[in-house]
């Protein structure tokens, strides 16, 4: 059963272009979830995503961030216009639909540089 | 909005000794509390979950603690060894209107060395 998967794992970006994360949660998880962690620092919880929904937003910039996981496919962490303040670890977890426990399943991270 | 404070930023211990890491809280206590282990470059792994009603919790060379008096948890590990070195994160769920929805905030980690 392979792990939350992400990717890229490193990612460049000028300034002002797109990046886009991508993150297959384990197989039978149907919430995800996003972290920013800026170096020696904590994560910050961004976004709380179950299929095609978002549940809690509370964590995300109000501008330039969207995230999305829809039906299909992986869940999309989008930053348009990226700035230098930017760059981070992004981190990705899945947690089963029953589970109780709330322990959540991290995937390995991208990194992102804004040059 | 609930706040979690670990003690220190890094605790530098010799190997064999036992490691003692505290997790502060502020706001109500949670249902449970959970301690992660992030080595650099890679994501966080879960580690234990100690429940409100439960004191104490076991696993191999690990022992946690939870008391809702004090709004504190403490997380040991006995005879230390080098590969313990990392940092530990511990997590709480944040309460929220909605009864499946599991937002979880973390502490900003306690960096552990183990010198030989």
């Known amino acids: 059963n392979a792990g939350v998967m992400q990717n890229p794992r490193h990612l460049v970006r000028r300034r002002g272009q797109e990046a886009r994360l991508r993150c297959s949660p384990m197989k039978g998880h149907s919430h995800v979830y996003w972290y920013r962690q800026l170096p020696e620092e904590g994560l910050k919880f961004m976004v709380y995503?179950?299929?095609?929904?978002?549940?809690?937003e509370s964590g995300m910039p109000k501008e330039r961030f969207s995230a999305e996981f829809p039906k299909e496919g992986p869940s999309i962490l989008r930053i348009q216009q990226v700035v230098r303040g930017d760059s981070a670890a992004y981190f990705c977890?899945?947690?089963?639909?029953?589970?109780?426990?709330?322990?959540?399943?991290f995937g390995p991270g991208t990194r992102l540089t804004v040059l | 909005s609930q706040k979690i404070e670990q003690n220190s930023e890094a605790l530098n211990i010799q190997e064999g000794k036992t490691a003692t890491l505290t997790c502060n809280y502020t706001n109500y206590s949670p249902a449970y509390l959970q301690w992660y282990r992030q080595d650099p470059g890679r994501g966080p792994v879960f580690l234990l979950l100690?429940?409100?009603?439960?004191k104490e919790k076991r696993k191999e060379r690990l022992k946690v603690t939870f008391d809702t008096t004090l709004k504190q948890s403490l997380f040991h590990i006995t005879a230390s060894q080098p590969a313990d070195s990392a940092t530990y994160l511990c997590?709480?769920?944040?309460?929220?209107?909605?009864?499946?929805?599991?937002?979880?905030?973390f502490g900003s980690g306690t960096r552990l060395s183990i010198r030989p």
């Open positions: 995503l179950q299929k095609e929904n978002i549940i809690d």
């Open positions: 977890a899945s947690s089963p639909r029953t589970s109780k426990r709330d322990t959540q399943y």
């Open positions: 100690i429940r409100e009603n439960e």
């Open positions: 997590a709480l769920r944040e309460q929220t209107g909605y009864s499946s929805a599991s937002k979880i905030i």
